[in-house]
């Protein structure tokens, strides 16, 4: 059986950028919330003495979440401005395009349309400065909700959000794409 703070750093990492409650954290690892209090502050204590380690445990309104240590913003920065073509990958191009489309749109949202958690995509995303939060919803938890940002319309080379390609233009395109290589392989 791996540790308490093997568990609790496994929760953490999952959770992502949203964190995790006092009491969720608690419940998940059966846990009273003072136990578990002792426990955070081992693994912030153990990530503070490791030097070799870019982590440390961040709580604001009873919600921890890892995040790295303000040493490394520099580093991190100039990875966010490395060429995009060769940096984004098919899950941040989804959540990109589906930002693009559906704007205003939470994380969870995003989550819903694909199937899968999204936040590693959305936090690459807000990285390169391509979406951005554009406030709260009004709605349990007032999630965050985000927007393409001026710098995404730089990069798709146009001026305003209406110009993108229309998604019932690019589903008839596919269509036809599909139908074309459909009647080229009867012919064969």
Excluded at 118 to 128: N, P
Aim: glycine letters at 4%; aromatic letters at 6%.
């Amino acid at each position: 059986m791996s540790s308490h703070l093997a568990r609790l750093e496994a929760l953490l990492f999952v959770a992502g950028e949203d964190g995790l409650s006092l009491r969720t954290m608690a419940q998940l690892l059966e846990m009273p919330v003072t136990g578990l209090t002792q426990s955070l502050e081992k693994l912030q204590a153990k990530y503070e003495a490791d030097e070799d380690s870019a982590l440390c445990l961040l709580e604001s309104s009873n919600t921890y979440k890892l995040v790295t240590k303000p040493d490394f913003a520099s580093l991190l920065r100039d990875y966010s401005k490395t060429p995009i073509n060769q940096s984004l990958s098919r899950a941040s191009l989804e959540v990109l395009s589906i930002v693009a489309y559906k704007q205003p749109i939470t994380r969870a949202e995003v989550d819903d349309i694909r199937g899968v958690n999204s936040s590693g995509a959305i936090a690459k995303l807000q990285a390169f400065d391509l979406i951005q939060e554009a406030g709260k919803k009004d709605a349990v938890g007032r999630p965050n909700l985000y927007a393409t940002t001026d710098y995404f319309l730089d990069y798709m080379g146009i001026n305003r959000l209406d110009e993108l390609v229309a998604i019932d233009q690019l589903e008839l395109e596919e269509q036809e794409t599909s139908l074309f290589r459909e009647d080229a392989s009867e012919e064969l």
